[in-house]
């Protein structure tokens, strides 16, 4: 997406639209492979300085977010609003109101709480803080 879709997303989600508060910020002006290519997510995990198996990536799309990712060797976790297919190649799946796995980047138990966009901002300030803190090392 181009950055003033992604501070749009970033404003939804009640997150800082200031790129510089993050360690990596994927738009379509900075990443050299976009979706699905697994190549997108292995220049992410090397840019944050970790390894695959350490990240999770949490997505709605089979092809573009969930088999992409695997592909990569990134954890996954399927984002459904009901039942996922019997064949998901993803680590995990549920809804929003699930609790995330706790591995990969993302190792933190949230609450469960029905406000999707509470849920997302947690999830997501605390993966910005875990590759900031990758960032630092």
Known sequence: FPPDAVRQRLAWANLPEDF???????TADVM???KPDPA???EIVARVGI??????MVGDGIEND???ASTAGLHTYYVTNGDAPEDLPANAA???????????VIGTQCAADNDQRTLWRDRLATLCVRARQQGDG
């Open 66 to 68: 969930i088999i992409a």
């Open 51 to 56: 390894e695959p198996d350490e990240a999770l």
């Open 32 to 34: 050299h492979f976009m």
């Open 94 to 104: 549920g809804t929003l109101d699930n609790r995330l796995p706790r591995r990969g």
């Open 20 to 26: 510089t508060k993050y360690a990596l910020v994927t």
């Open 40 to 42: 997108y997510y292995a």
